[in-house]
């Protein structure tokens, strides 16, 4: 695991996703969903929705948001904030950002 001590970034894996495509990922110990939004930006948030407690993996990505593949409830990839019912709580977002071909994740 690459640790950029002066930043406090993780590497979170190769930025290999397709526009609108996430996956799950471990990142310093934590499950995480890295996405990539249709704006070409690498975003992560945690792996369950606030809802149910159910894995946002295979959850679709729609513009900067991520919609739960269970009940429906869609999260801002940015933030966290709920976007949408029937969840009420919002999700952890962590800062990234891309160096060379690999996500890099604040894990806070």
């Known amino acids: 695991m690459l640790t950029t001590e002066a930043t ?26 890295v996405a990539r939004g249709q704006d070409g930006v690498y ?35 940015k933030t966290g ?3 949408g019912p029937p969840a009420h709580e919002g999700i952890m977002a962590y800062p990234t950002r891309v160096d060379g071909d690999e996500v890099l994740v604040w894990p806070l």
Do not use: W
């Open 8 to 33: 406090g970034f993780v590497a979170a894996g190769l930025a290999n996703l397709a526009l609108g495509k996430s996956e799950a990922r471990q990142v310093a110990g934590r499950e995480m969903i």
């Open 43 to 77: 975003y992560a948030v945690a792996a369950m929705c606030s809802h149910a407690a159910l894995p946002l993996d295979g959850g679709r990505v729609r513009g900067t948001s991520i919609v739960c593949p269970h009940h429906g409830a869609r999260f801002c990839l």
């Open 81 to 83: 904030k709920v976007l």
